[in-house]
Each structure stands twice: as C-alpha cells, then as structure tokens.
C-alpha cells in the first residue's frame, strides 16, 4: 500500500511516517499501548493533521513486538506476513467484519511490518479468561460462517504465497511433530495447573496428532485463531468485529468453529448451546448455497477439538511469557482438553 518504509517498531511510527502512510500532512501524533497481543505491539494512535478534517482522530496500529522471542515465533509462523496479505489481498473480497485498514506492508528482508487499521472505540474487546455470552457466540458463528462461506471450495486458494502453510488449530502432521517437541517443556511449567486428565489427554493425542493425515473435505479461507480475544462486540450494526489476522490460511472451515467454540466458552456455556451454535453455522453456509451434512458438520467439529490445546502449547512456548499469558495458554488448553474428552475427539484420530 504505496511507497512508504515498512516499521520496525513503535518508534518508527512518527508523523513523517503517517504523513505518508496516509497521504496527508500529519503535524503531530500521540500513542497509547492497547491490547493484550503478544506477537505484535499495538497503539491508539491520536492525530493531529496540518489541515482540512479532523477525522480519523484516531487509528490503531500494529507492529512487531519489542520482544525478541515475539518476534522470532512471527518469523517462524509468518504472522507478520499474514497479516499484511491479508488485509493488502483478501480483505476487500470477504463478507466477514473487518478493521478498514489505511494501510499495510510487509518486508521480507528485515521482517519489518505494520496495519494501520480503523479505530473501533468504545467497541468492548473479548476477553478470554471470561469467556463470551451464548449470545456473543451466535453472533461471532455468523460472521465466521460469511467468512467461510465466501470462498468455500474456490479453486485458486493458494495463490498468494503468504497464504501458504497452515494454521496452529489446523493440526496438520508438522503440527503435530513440532508439537512432540514443545508439549514436555509445556507441562514442566504449566501441569500442576491443569486437571489431571486434560494433561493425560495431551500426552495420548499429541503423538497420534503427529501420524494423522490432514483432514479432507472442502477447503476455505479460515481465520486460524478465531477466539473471544480476537473479537470486538458492541459494534452499533450489533455485528462483531473480527481483528488479529495473522494465522489466516487455507482449511476446512469447521477447524475455526470447533476451535471458537471450545475455547471461547466456558465449558458448562458451551455443553449447553454448542449443538445449537454448530446448527447455527450450517444455516449460515447454507444461506450462501453452500450444503454441509450435519453428519459431516459434526463430524468435523470433534475431530477439530483438539485445536485449542495445540495452540496453547505452541504459543506458550513461542512468545514473551507473561502472567496474563499464562492464564490465558491455561484456560484454553483446560478448556479444550475437556471439549475433546466430551466430544471422543480421540476415536478420530
């Protein structure tokens, strides 16, 4: 998105910089942390322009993260490039509720990168420790099925080379073997805080998740990370927001369902509606033309449960750990663990 040098970080964000990303006269700009993001940093930026309107007053952005071992997990998963494909590449063409993004870019060579995305103030960010309402959830199954939806079995899905390679809640065999790899040194820290049979589950599935082929069925565009963090509600529409695009890839779309579900919810929430929530998508892909069998929806579901777990092992051993971090790797691979055992996801293995 134009001519202007990729960010390396916070400092790089100065009114020469927006000037240019934005193709207008920025006089000054102030910049407050937001988030709880733990592979880029991002600010609220406050603008003031040389002249004409005074809006946008306020932008978000993202850049990498001060954190070195932030920043080498983006490098290894391609987050940075991901999310700059994606709004440069695909954004415009999917029916899901995005951010508007003023601009985005990525550079290779240095793994500089940044969004400059709208603002959604006073939207209410979700919050994963909390988990989200029954209600939050049907309205997050919707948009995620229109993101589905919209490219759902398009040939060609793989042209962007961005695009390439799968997400963490794909579950793919390289998944899983990177998986063996960083379950032990998971559980010396975080086993004494995990029910003795979510952490015996972990220690059955991880190395079956290792020999299991991809799952088959129709393939789309799918978010990769799509939880309660990764969404913001109270949009005046009574839409949701859907932000973090850095784990987009190519998947069957019930990996993103099966992974919001049982992670976003609590478990004793998400035993009493998921039926009906899972129903729910399948009438939204069907009001785009699209038929998936409830045997096939549900099917797919249980075999993606393990989602939640594999990215709670693979991110807290990636990332800058924090206490919130902690808390937060904590409740999404208890409550995915327990959605696996409710579901004998196993028996798919």
Request: charge should be negative.
């Amino acid at each position: 998105m134009g001519s202007c040098p990729t960010p390396t970080g916070i400092a790089d964000l100065s009114a020469d910089w927006l000037s240019c990303a934005l193709g207008r006269p920025v006089a000054d700009v102030g910049m407050t942390p937001i988030g709880t993001g733990q592979v880029a940093d991002s600010v609220r930026l406050t603008i003031e322009y040389v002249d004409g309107p005074p809006e946008p007053a306020t932008l978000v952005a993202k850049v990498p993260s001060g954190d070195e071992a932030s920043r080498r997990a983006a490098r290894l998963t391609r987050t940075y490039e991901k999310e700059a494909g994606f709004f440069t590449d695909l954004a415009a063409g999917v029916p899901v509720r995005t951010p508007h993004c003023s601009w985005a870019g990525f550079d290779a060579a240095t793994d500089a990168y940044a969004v400059v995305l709208e603002d959604l103030a006073p939207g209410v960010p979700g919050d994963q420790l909390l988990g989200c309402t029954p209600a939050q959830a049907a309205a997050a199954v919707d948009e995620v099925a229109l993101l589905h939806g919209a490219m759902w079995g398009a040939p060609g899905l793989d042209r962007f080379a961005w695009l390439g390679g799968a997400s963490a809640a794909a579950v793919r065999p390289a998944a899983g073997s990177f998986l063996e790899r960083l379950l032990p040194p998971f559980l010396e820290r975080y086993e004494r805080r995990l029910s003795p049979d979510v952490v015996e589950l972990a220690q059955r599935a991880v190395p079956r998740l290792s020999r299991s082929a991809p799952v088959g069925g129709p393939r789309t565009i799918v978010h990769g990370d799509f939880r309660n963090d990764n969404l913001m509600f109270g949009h005046p529409d009574g839409r949701v927001c859907v932000l973090d695009w850095q784990t987009v890839a190519v998947n069957h779309g019930v990996s993103d369902l099966s992974y919001f579900l049982g992670g976003s919810l609590l478990t004793d929430v998400r035993r009493g509606h998921e039926e009906e929530l899972v129903g729910r998508y399948r009438a939204g892909l069907a009001r785009q033309g699209i038929s998936l069998t409830a045997d096939e929806c549900w099917r797919g579901y249980r075999r993606f449960a393990f989602g939640g777990l594999t990215m709670a092992v693979i991110a807290a051993m990636l990332v800058e750990r924090t206490d919130r971090g902690d808390d937060m790797f904590l409740a999404m691979a208890e409550r995915a663990g327990r959605h696996a055992l409710d579901l004998d996801a196993e028996e798919l293995l």
